[in-house]
Nanobody, 111 residues
Framework: QVQLVESGGGSVQAGGSLRLSCAAS?????MAWFRQAPGKEREVVAR???????NYADSVKGRFTISKDNAKNTLYLQMNSLKFEDTAMYYC????????WGQGTQVTVSS
C-alpha cells in the first residue's frame, strides 16, 4: 500500500498555470494523474513509467507536463495554459493500472 498526498490545487483564471504535487510514502514504478469533473467519469491525464517515459491525454498534450522526483518520491503535474474545461478534482495514482489513490486536489479555472 502507498499513501499519497496531493497539494497545489486552487483557483486560477483561464490561461494561467498551476503545479500539482503528490508525495508518496514509498517509491512506485509507475504513477499517474487522473481527474474527475462533476457529472463525468474519472479520466487519465498523464502517466509516467519507471523509465521516465510519459504519455498524455490528447486534451492536455502540449500544455501539461508530468514529472517525478525519485529522490523525494514526489510526482508533479505542471499545468500551463489552463482552460475552463480543465476544472476538476485531480487525483494522484500509484501503479499502472492504479492500486492506490490520493484524496484529490481541486483545480478550478475561471473563464
Amino acid at each position: 500500500q502507498v499513501q499519497l498526498v496531493e497539494s497545489g490545487g486552487g483557483s486560477v483564471q483561464a490561461g494561467g498555470s498551476l503545479r500539482l504535487s503528490c508525495a508518496a510514502s514509498r517509491d512506485t514504478s509507475c504513477m499517474a494523474w487522473f481527474r474527475q469533473a462533476p457529472g463525468k467519469e474519472r479520466e487519465v491525464v498523464a502517466r509516467i513509467a519507471s523509465d521516465g517515459s510519459t504519455n498524455y491525454a490528447d486534451s492536455v498534450k502540449g500544455r501539461f507536463t508530468i514529472s517525478k522526483d525519485n529522490a523525494k518520491n514526489t510526482l508533479y503535474l505542471q499545468m500551463n495554459s489552463l482552460k475552463f474545461e480543465d476544472t476538476a478534482m485531480y487525483y494522484c495514482a500509484a501503479g499502472c493500472p492504479p492500486f492506490d489513490w490520493g484524496q484529490g486536489t481541486q483545480v478550478t479555472v475561471s473563464s
